[in-house]
């Protein structure tokens, strides 16, 4: 206790869930918050994606410093992992999957269709005139993160190909390292092996399922 007050307590290592949007990233953020991490303010780092999209990741460096564990944009997307893992040596790194791409491209169709109260395909003008965060914001991530033609911003072969190349290119680029945990949060046990993989005592039985979309 003496040694703890003189040089205060043992700093945990920055926990950064990289899985692309629909892995279940807001139900890793809960479950960080409820173990006691300090998560990120995710409408600050949502508007760091034009720094990444100039691949400047100093502001993202620097906003990594006031929190402990991220997840979201700009982490779930590719390169910043690997700025990461050099900017702060020791950090850990959670890539959050789905069963497979199918159910993965499902899920985000539906979150985005409710979100839009779109019931069929999501044109160009329904992200334009979306007002998350600001007015024509969605449109810009979609040109910034997808590369898809614009009258088909969620091109179904495309964005699958997105997702499963950033996983690929996720496990490739750790295979030899033991900080990254590849996990699925509808498996059984994915919760004890997300605490064990934290070394932290677990505080429920399963993982919380945030913003669910169907």
Known sequence: MMLRRLFGA???PRVFCIGRNKTGTTSLARALQDLGYKVGHQPTAELLLHEYAKRNFRPIVEYCRTAEAFQDIPF???HTYQILDYAFPGSKF???IRDDEDEWYRSLIRFHQKRLGVQGRITREHLLNDRYRYKGFVWEANRIVYDTPEDDPYSERLVKEHYLRHNEDVTKYF???D?????NLGETGSYQRFCAFLQVEPVYEEFP???RSG
Do not use: A, E, G, M
């Open 175 to 177: 295979k030899f390292r």
């Open 209 to 211: 399922w945030l913003n």
């Open 76 to 78: 779930s997307l590719p």
């Open 179 to 183: 900080n990254l945990l590849v996990l």
């Open 10 to 12: 043992r700093r945990r």
């Open 94 to 96: 959670i890539l959050s």
